[in-house]
């Protein structure tokens, strides 16, 4: 029996026997101390004495009848505690009999489910405010639901609801005394890693968790539970250890509430903006959209389709687009179409003519996306339309005008080519290739600079090209080879090809002038030379004195020449005699001057050379070998009559004189010789 009684004590199940409906019989400890007394002062007593009166008329009846019926009986009644607090007991009774089948007593055994009543009521409060949050139209709303139905039902004292917004965590309600802000979600914290691990958490030490370092000082023990993928839900307590796994699944229990209200508000909202950008699309676009049955019906009908039309939607909800749109010659070919695509066969595009209210015909280009039932088969088309009758017209416009230009550019009697922006070849007429000796197929593209651009014109033919390329404008002459290697002069223009949205290539032209240079060589040089020597002319002279008289090649010596006689061959062998000797007197000439010299014929007989840098003894030496040469001339030709020549210089020393004077003054002593002989 004593080792009966100390394991009955030991045992936190509240155990004691009953003498009759109103006496305790033996009582445990666990009993006792639920009632605040010792064994010995309720055993054998009467419980009226430590219950409530209405405690103990419910317990009487009760223990009046196991003691009647001598059956098991199991009740659930309110007790009250030593410290005055109301407990519910679940109290099973049960007779125990003696050796005479009579009641030698009942055994009475109680477990305190206060905590477990209260468990189950708080789980159907949780359940039964899903409902509530289903009402719920915004996020906010829905958290500062949370929060409240934390602390009333679940009885947390510091609550905080925070969601991803971004990278960052940001607080949308909570407890008026939690610690509010916002922080970045990789950012080293409780927050974080429930977020990242989808797992919840309960902290018993918050001062001993390095993830918690800014409110360690505030709090001393919480839980983190994730919100779905939208967030996270905290609560804190300022003592150490203040949560259960229990209180962790009731949160649990809480958060999934929120989590599905705040998955089905942002679909919702998902769901509106999507519907509300589609519909935004639909209005404002410039494309025709029609919402058609598979008969051809009109179920919708946009804004643009009411511009080009001008049909209201109203009118023509219901109505066939044959009926409405379509010419009669042509309803066989739209019919088709929808044959078509009742056949699951939908035609990627096509395009037909719609009559608009004024009768006007507005060519439209159409695609098809069909919308399908459970059973694959065609609903709905969703048909967008875009009216290219103007760009039509435009097409067959631009079809002439490349068919103009291709005329144009093939019979071109200007070599062109058109160029990339990196002027590589992208075409050449056929000027070009009879120009140049190069099939187009050899230089397409190619860098036409690698082909016709030579050697002494690389520098400034760049030039043209980086001017071109940049956008501006070229124009001039040049020299450019064929493939045979000719050089060949042209006049070239090139010009960049520019649209809205920039610049697309190069338009390049060349003509040959190579017979048009050699005119102008030709005539330059007959501006300047005499015809009949060879030499220059009194015009270049004189320009040559004037440029001169400035210079600084000093000193400067003038020849002035007479051929003796002229006038005696003319008239006795005639003039072309006479040109003979001016031709053989310009060519001894020659033969003694140097190559910087000036020699220049000034008139029918006369002759005046400039030697630069030729003093008067240096002179005096070119008169000399002039006169050896001449002698020379008349030793080696049989001449009707010697070649004479008189001669006369005078030197400029420096520019203190002037050239003209020293041209009269070697004229006279040209005269003076001549008188000599």
């Known amino acids: 029996m004593k080792e009966s009684s100390m394991i009955i004590d030991i045992i936190e199940t509240q155990i004691w026997c009953l003498k009759d409906p109103e006496t305790y019989g033996r009582v445990n400890r666990a009993h006792a101390d639920f009632l605040g007394l010792a064994k010995s002062e309720i055993e054998a007593e009467k419980f009226d004495n430590f219950l409530s009166p209405a405690a103990a008329r419910i317990f009487k009846q009760g223990n009046k009848k196991i003691f009647k019926t001598e059956q098991k009986v199991y009740t659930e009644e309110w007790w009250q505690n030593n410290q005055g607090e109301r407990r519910l007991l679940a109290i099973t009774r049960k007779a125990q009999l003696d050796h005479s089948g009579e009641i030698d007593c009942v055994v009475c055994t109680a477990e305190d489910i206060t905590a477990q009543r209260e468990r189950e009521y708080i789980v159907e409060e949780l359940h039964r405010i899903a409902v509530d949050f289903k009402e719920l139209k915004k996020e906010r709303e829905v958290c500062r639901m949370a929060v409240k139905a934390a602390e009333g039902l679940l009885n947390f004292a510091l609550c905080n609801v925070i969601l991803v917004k971004g990278d960052r965590f940001v607080p949308l309600a909570s407890s008026s005394r939690f610690k509010q802000e916002e922080i970045s979600v990789s950012e080293k914290s409780i927050a974080a890693r429930t977020y990242r691990e989808g797992k919840s958490f ?84 410039s494309s025709l959209v029609l919402l058609i049955n598979p008969e051809g019906e009109i179920i919708s009908f946009n804004h643009s389709c009411e511009q080009l039309t001008g049909y209201q939607e109203a009118e023509v909800k219901g109505k066939k687009v044959c009926d409405l749109f379509i010419k009669e010659s042509e309803k066989k070919e739209v019919i088709n179409v929808f044959k078509q695509l009742k056949n699951n066969d939908y035609p990627a595009s096509h395009e037909n003519y719609w009559l608009t209210r004024k009768g006007e015909k507005k060519l439209i280009l159409w695609s098809h996306n069909p919308i399908l039932d459970d059973e694959n088969n065609l609903k709905y088309v969703v048909a967008a339309g875009m009216d290219i009758t103007e760009r039509k017209i435009q097409e067959e416009k631009i079809k002439e005008q490349k068919a103009y230009f291709e005329q144009l550019f093939n019979n071109s009697t200007e070599a062109i080519v058109l160029l990339d922006n990196k002027h590589c070849v992208l075409k050449v007429n056929k000027k070009f290739e009879s120009l140049f000796g190069f099939k187009q197929s050899e230089l397409i593209n190619k860098n036409i600079d690698d082909y016709i651009l030579p050697e002494q014109c690389l520098k400034t033919g760049k030039k043209f090209t980086e001017k071109v390329k940049n956008g501006g404008k070229v124009e001039g002459e040049s020299i450019r080879k064929t493939k045979s290697g000719e050089q060949i002069n042209v006049h070239l223009q090139g010009f960049p090809i520019k649209l809205e949205n920039g610049q697309i290539g190069i338009y390049a032209l060349y003509r040959d002038i190579t017979e048009r240079k050699k005119k102008e060589k030709q005539i330059e040089y007959l501006s300047f030379h005499d015809e009949l020597t060879g030499l220059y002319n009194r015009r270049y002279f004189e320009n040559e004195l004037k440029r001169l008289n400035s210079s600084r090649q000093h000193p400067i010596t003038i020849v002035i020449g007479d051929l003796d006689g002229l006038k005696i061959i003319n008239d006795t062998y005639g003039h072309q005699k006479g040109d003979q000797y001016i031709a053989s007197t310009a060519n001894i000439l020659k033969k003694t001057a140097r190559i910087e010299d000036i020699i220049a014929r000034i008139g029918g007989d006369e002759f005046a050379l400039i030697l630069p840098q030729t003093a008067a003894e240096e002179a005096e030496g070119f008169c000399r070998r002039l006169k050896l040469n001449i002698q020379e001339f008349n030793q080696q030709q049989q001449l009707e009559k010697p070649l004479s020549i008189s001669f006369g210089f005078d030197v400029m020393q420096d520019n203190s004189s002037d050239l003209a004077r020293i041209f009269n003054q070697a004229d006279q002593n040209m005269y003076l010789n001549k008188g000599r002989k």
Not at 248 to 275: C, D, F, N, P, T
Request: charged share 25%.
């Open 202 to 285: 309960i902290i018993d030490d918050i001062q001993n968790s390095s993830e918690t370092i800014s409110i360690k000082n505030i709090y001393k023990s919480g839980m983190s539970i994730p919100i779905g993928s939208f967030g996270v839900f905290q609560t804190a307590a300022s003592k150490k250890k203040a949560f259960t796994e229990s209180d962790l699944e009731l949160a649990e229990i809480l958060i999934s509430h929120v989590s599905a209200s705040l998955g089905r508000i942002y679909a919702q909202q998902k769901l509106k903006e999507q519907k509300d950008f589609l519909s935004t699309i639909l209005e404002v676009q």
